[in-house]
């Protein structure tokens, strides 16, 4: 059985000795979290519930997202298909029409037509409706996003009310809580704070949310990642981000209480990750390490299950829906229309490819090393004047960047080009003052059309080697592998940028590219 990266899509069948009448799972995702937990090797944020999860967890060290952008992110999680392939190229947005496609399979409505009762808390920022259907919704289409997705005492009633209900019902069950924090507050509701981390804090004029105690932290004494610039506004920015990560940490506490006082914790999956990295300069957007590499941990009830361990094998987003295939022992559903004999040129739509593996195994062992194992990306917007599609290859060592729209500078987002962080960086540019930064602000906007990195000797991905001889035959597998990987997934983005795709039809089944230059 092949389960690697770039081989078609096989169920792998694991029922790992859970004795339950039902299985379960529940999925944790953070807004724009990254590696500020305890279990990660951060000494400075406090996250006691995350920590004790990852304890009685698999920890992944290798995990990454498969697109760098909120809506594309979680679609592709709920999907187990890359953005260009699901659809959702770019932050859900009604007026725009940002939808996934209509025909797309999500787990939710995969479960809910297998008899598994579905669950949605928080944040959902995905559509069509039809599409990412749950059969109990408590969202931003009904709430505000802070009282759904950062309200943790909010949060707890409703976990509290779908278990109860799942009981009753004596359904399996899947339940998505999808938190807000740590995502930045944004320029409409600046009183907040940079990451609302005011909202809800008892001060006056902020409400209170019972459930949460408030912890500050000192800017000058963080130790800051690489990737943001050594200043005071930063330092603050991270500060307050901080104090929404013990938000997020401590709603997480709350939310497996409730699902042991409900009895659940015996036979429950429980995987915590977050949708993108965080929103600072060179992470959230880009398909550098900052922007896609992801905190993950998986929690199985089996007491045989790997817990308080490391896995080192690379791991993606687009493994997720196929390790819930698994555990509930399902298939995913495969469209078997035939084509209408009696219409010109019609034919079937191709059977959907899950480039995916299940992660059940790892739970039960470390596969042996395999150099070639590599993880994909995909991101071609993020708002929707944002236009820079992007694809990329990792492995454990090197990381292939395509930068399709190479000719335009790369854009920044409004929630980091207004915040304190970037401000700074534009305030420090035009006073010639030292940034403080890993980058300058002219190479991160205009970047070349490859990028290749080795991590193992430039973790922070500064040294572009692409083009360079010595590098020539590793540059060439990588870039076959993601082409391959493009025309598994029907990519229509994958004759940029030198030439166009031609005899589409409605799948580009029998897509070509017909070079520009000829």
Not at 29 to 37: K, N, R, T
Not at 104 to 127: A, F
Request: hydrophobic residues 35%; glycine residues 6%.
């Amino acid at each position: 059985m092949d389960i690697r990266y770039g081989a078609p899509f096989y169920l792998v069948i694991i029922l790992i000795g859970v004795t339950s009448a039902h299985q379960n799972v529940l999925l944790l995702l953070a807004d724009d979290g990254g590696f500020e937990i305890g279990a990660y090797r951060n000494k400075i944020v406090q996250t006691p519930a995350l920590d004790a999860l990852a304890k009685q967890s698999l920890i992944f060290n290798n995990a990454y997202a498969s697109v760098s952008s909120c809506s594309p992110s979680r679609a592709s999680i709920l999907t187990g298909m890359p953005e260009h392939q699901n659809g959702m190229y770019g932050l859900h947005n009604g007026v725009h029409h940002f939808n996934a496609l209509d025909k797309v399979k999500s787990i939710s409505t995969i479960l809910s037509e297998t008899g598994v009762r579905t669950g949605l808390i928080g944040k959902k920022h995905v559509g069509p409706a039809d599409v990412f259907k749950f059969d109990y919704e408590r969202t931003e289409e009904e709430y505000s996003v802070n009282q759904v997705g950062r309200n943790i005492t909010n949060i707890k009633l409703f976990v509290r009310e779908f278990l109860g209900e799942s009981k009753k019902k004596d359904q399996p069950f899947f339940l998505m809580v999808s938190f807000h924090d740590p995502h930045r507050c944004g320029h409409i509701t600046p009183q907040y704070g940079p990451f609302c981390e005011r909202w809800g804090s008892g001060e006056e004029g902020m409400g209170l949310i019972p459930d949460w105690h408030p912890i500050y932290y000192v800017w000058d004494q963080l130790i800051l990642p690489y990737y943001i610039p050594d200043t005071e506004p930063a330092r603050r920015d991270v500060a307050a981000q901080y104090t929404t990560i013990s938000r997020l940490d401590q709603g997480i506490g709350l939310v497996l209480k409730e699902l042991a006082d409900a009895g659940f914790e015996k036979d429950t999956l429980v995987v915590y990750t977050s949708d993108n990295g965080p929103p600072f300069p060179a992470a959230r957007t880009n398909l550098y390490d900052p922007g896609m590499a992801e905190p993950m941990f998986i929690r199985s009830p089996d007491p045989k299950s790997r817990r308080n361990e490391v896995t080192y094998s690379l791991s993606s987003h687009l493994d997720l829906l196929p390790t819930f295939l698994d555990w509930f022992n399902l298939s995913y559903p495969v469209d078997v229309a035939q084509p209408d004999t009696n219409a010109i040129d019609e034919q079937p739509p191709p059977k959907p490819i899950l480039t995916g593996k299940s992660l059940l195994p790892l739970l039960a062992a470390e596969p042996p090393t395999d150099p070639d194992q590599a993880v994909f990306a995909s991101q071609s917007f993020h708002e929707v004047t944002m236009t820079y599609p992007m694809r990329a290859i990792r492995t454990k060592r090197y990381k292939l960047i395509h930068n399709l729209n190479h000719q335009l500078p790369f854009p920044v987002d409004q929630d980091l080009f207004v915040s304190p962080t970037f401000q700074d960086l534009l305030a420090r540019k035009a006073n010639n003052q030292d940034m403080r930064w890993y980058k300058n602000l002219q190479l991160y906007y205009n970047r070349p059309e490859w990028e290749l990195f080795d991590l193992k000797m430039d973790p922070a991905e500064r040294n572009n080697l692409a083009g360079k001889p010595v590098v020539k035959e590793l540059f060439e597998k990588l870039q076959l592998k993601l082409r391959n990987w493009q025309e598994l997934t029907n990519d229509p983005f994958r004759c940029l940028p030198g030439g166009v795709l031609l005899d589409t039809g409605e799948y580009l089944n029998n897509a070509t590219c017909f070079d520009l230059g000829q």
